[in-house]
T-cell receptor
């Protein structure tokens, strides 16, 4: 079992609320990623980080922001949630052999 | 443009039967290729890794092949079980920089019927 954790597992919030999705890994990996995945669809990279104080936007435009102040922690923040943000968010980290370890995901519903 | 294409998009087979999933990629320079299994509602889990010099690798009932010349990979599942029902994702890593970017295919949704 991979040592990467996401919280919360499920979240239902109202439009306009600010939320932060947490992701932590204890494997010491430098590379971390956030993916967005709709049911039955492919993963879309929305943010990635190659180390502390390094963050980049991914292929899919996202209104979310990320930070990487500590190696083990890579939170994702939505300043003002909207129904279009309803999706599953998967956090991952990768080792030197590029094996990605995924968290269980956060299923977000914005009403 | 670096891309990973998978086929078929979905597949239904009967329990006990074999199946083969395909992955074509244009990622360059190539570092390695992994097949992941993603159960519904969970994060993907790595099944196999293929590097440039490897042609075949097995992990139980899963056998992956790689042809680096044609940039194709396949995942063969033998004697399928109901628990094999999942999405199988092909992921290619580049080595164009120290960053080791990951490129994901759309996945093949496999359903095994009893």
């Amino acid at each position: 079992e991979a040592d990467i954790y996401q919280t919360p597992r499920y979240l239902v919030i109202g439009t306009g609320k600010k939320i932060t999705l947490e992701c932590s890994q204890t494997m010491g990996h430098d590379k971390m990623y956030w993916y967005q995945q709709d049911p039955g669809m492919e993963l879309h990279l929305i943010h990635y980080s190659y180390g502390v104080n390094s963050t980049e936007k991914g292929d899919l435009s996202s209104e979310s922001t990320v930070s990487r102040i500590r190696t083990e922690h890579f939170p994702l923040t939505l300043e003002s949630a909207r129904p279009s943000h309803t999706s599953q968010y998967l956090c991952a980290s990768s080792d030197r052999r590029s094996e990605a370890f995924f968290g269980q995901g956060t299923r977000l519903t914005v009403v | 443009k670096n891309q990973v294409e998978q086929s078929p998009q979905s597949l239904i087979i009967l329990e006990g039967k074999n199946c083969t999933l395909q992955c074509n990629y244009t990622v360059s320079p190539f570092s390695n290729l992994r097949w992941y299994k993603q159960d519904t509602g969970r994060g993907p889990v790595s099944l196999t890794i293929m590097t440039f010099s490897e042609n075949t690798k097995s992990n139980g009932r899963y056998t992956a092949t790689l042809d680096a010349d044609t940039k194709q990979s396949s995942l063969h599942i033998t004697a399928s079980q109901l628990s094999d029902s999942a999405s199988y994702i092909c992921v290619v890593s580049d080595r164009g920089s120290t960053l080791g970017r990951l490129y994901f295919g759309r996945g093949t949704q496999l359903t095994v019927w009893p």
